[in-house]
């Protein structure tokens, strides 16, 4: 099984997610944005143009970790 996962030029080791967000309105109308929290308290933004391609990425990198 493949335990990385590519998004947005970063490679997630999978098994060093402790926390997934859900889906919010960036601030300063950068898109929409889901954060996900790795080993050692250390925080990624991930941030989406459309609400529709933010849900798409985060539902991926849910099945992954599954």
């Known amino acids: 099984m493949k335990?990385?996962?590519?998004?947005?030029?970063?490679?997630?080791?999978?098994d060093k997610v402790v926390?997934?967000?859900?889906i919010f309105e960036?601030?300063?109308?950068?898109g929409w944005q889901f954060n996900i929290r790795l080993v050692g308290d250390v925080r990624l933004q991930i941030k989406l143009p459309t609400r529709a391609a933010a849900l798409l990425e985060r539902e991926m990198l849910v099945r992954a970790l599954n």
């Open 26 to 30: 960036a601030e300063r109308d950068e």
């Open 19 to 22: 926390m997934l967000s859900s």
């Open 3 to 14: 335990r990385t996962y590519d998004v947005q030029g970063f490679t997630l080791c999978l």
